[in-house]
């Protein structure tokens, strides 16, 4: 658990930019990635507005046709990745290919949509006394015709990993992990903790996703979660704010290179930070609700700190989970000050879905990337459309501007349905820091 776990290469694919520059310009010019749904016919939904990431080509990944029909995830999550290995160094040649492994985040990819419903509707069409298991058989018959068997093998949730594992080269452990919006966080957590318990030298880490389509859409209505601010988008989200009404869908892909340190300097790579905590938790209480007491957050922040080896007061910046939804955010608030007391009031928190959609079980991976931009340049991004204080969250948003910070360690966190929480840390790195101590930061600070 000693050996010390770095940063050195990053890739994203967001509704603001598909580099870490170009989110970096959206994050600091306040601009708000949602807009009217476009990928399908939206008009009969009570919401109609989503953070898409507009005009994707798919020849970001690459001429090769194989990459037309794979879900939109899989094509996130595959430039992220060869864009991670090429900022690296290591896109044409992995150092040991059995010290490497891919661990990502994603969830059910998209559907093909349109051969279900025509498949379902033939089906059931009337053909005289029809019972269930006609249906049943007539659906087997007729979806066995209709589907390509290539095309359903890649809405395997796995498939992204695969991928990545296969264009790489990487002949370590591979993996994907489900755990609604903590799918990505908890795969860069168990990530760093593999290269510290040296199962690994490097790991591919992080999520895609993209459920931006009816299945999703419907599931998120039926739990009453989304903002239907149709006719003003832009002002849609409102994390923390008294006026907030849910989050907006979005999707996209973080992805990163994590590797030993001292393996990282042997082949002289840049190191663009440190991961130096993870901690999660289970709240044990209800699937769609957090505990009131938010006692699953405060858990996941606390061990997140003492893994780093960290007091509160070392945190100069939470990137939050910051929905928009009434409750979460009122409880993920009171989950912050438990965590870290007095000290929750001096800390700026904000929420980047207010810009981003929230992109399910890729947003943990993508809010990492705010944090390392933020980091790098000593600037945090701004809650947009926070207006009214809400006496429930009572905390510093930094409410529509972006603010001048330089600190050396930040926190992101995320909440999942099912009762998943989990959290990072994430640190500007130290060459000549040995290791993590509360006395030594604090006399750094």
């Known amino acids: 658990m000693n050996r010390r776990v770095v940063i050195t290469g990053m890739g994203c694919a967001t509704p603001l930019g598909n580099s870490i520059n170009e989110l970096a310009d959206g994050l600091y010019s306040g601009h708000i990635g949602i807009g009217r749904l476009s990928l399908f016919d939206a008009e009969q939904f009570p919401v109609r507005i989503a953070a898409e990431i507009r005009g994707w080509d798919t020849s970001l ?4 046709p194989r990459w037309r029909d794979a879900p939109r995830q899989t094509q996130f999550a595959i430039h992220a990745g060869l864009c991670a290995a090429e900022q690296a160094g290591i896109a044409d040649a992995v150092p ?40 049943t058989e007539s659906f087997a018959q007729i979806a066995a015709r209709m589907f390509d068997p ?24 591979v993996a994907n992990c489900i755990s609604a919006c903590v799918s990505s966080t908890q795969a860069i957590g168990e990530s760093m903790r593999m290269i510290q318990q040296d199962e690994a030298d490097l790991m591919l880490c992080g999520g895609a996703h993209s459920i931006i389509h009816p299945f999703g859409l419907t599931g998120f209505l039926k739990l009453s979660a989304l903002s239907q601010r149709n006719d003003d988008p832009q002002s849609a989200v409102r994390p923390f704010d008294a006026d907030r009404d849910g989050f907006v869908m979005g999707e ?6 994590l590797e030993e340190l001292e393996h990282a300097l042997r082949r002289g790579a840049e190191i663009f930070g440190e991961m130096t905590g993870y901690g999660s938790s289970q709240d044990a209480f209800r699937v769609t609700d957090s505990h009131p007491d938010g006692r699953g957050t405060e858990a996941a922040i606390r061990r997140a700190l003492a893994s780093a080896r960290l007091n509160s007061d070392d945190i100069g910046y939470i990137n939050a989970h910051g929905t928009g939804t009434i ?23 904000s929420s980047t879905k207010s810009m981003l959609g929230h ?23 701004p809650t947009m ?6 006496g429930d969250c009572d905390l510093d948003y930094v409410p529509r501007n972006p603010r001048e910070l330089s600190c050396r360690h930040m926190l992101t966190q995320n909440i999942g349905f099912g009762g998943q929480n989990a959290a990072l840390v994430v640190s500007r790195y130290d060459e000549h820091r040995s290791g993590f101590s509360a006395s030594s930061t604090q006399r750094a600070a």
């Open 61 to 64: 990944i690459g001429r090769s």
């Open 96 to 135: 040991d290919a059995e010290r490497m492994g891919v661990y990502l985040g994603c969830g059910e990819p998209f559907a093909d949509f349109t051969t279900f419903t025509r498949s379902i509707g033939s089906s059931t069409t009337p053909k005289g006394d029809t019972d269930e298991c006609d249906a």
């Open 150 to 173: 290539d095309i359903e093998r890649e809405y395997e949730p796995d498939m992204p990993a695969i991928h990545l594992a296969e264009l790489i080269g990487v002949q370590g452990p």
């Open 252 to 257: 996209g892909a973080g992805l990163f290179i």
């Open 327 to 349: 409750m979460n955010d009122k409880v993920e608030t009171l989950a912050i000050k438990r965590a870290f007391g007095q000290q929750a009031y001096r800390i700026p928190v």
């Open 359 to 381: 992109a399910t079980t890729a947003c943990g991976a993508i809010e990492l990337a705010v944090c390392l931009i933020s980091l790098r340049d000593g600037v945090i991004p």
């Open 385 to 390: 459309n926070w207006e009214t204080a809400d």
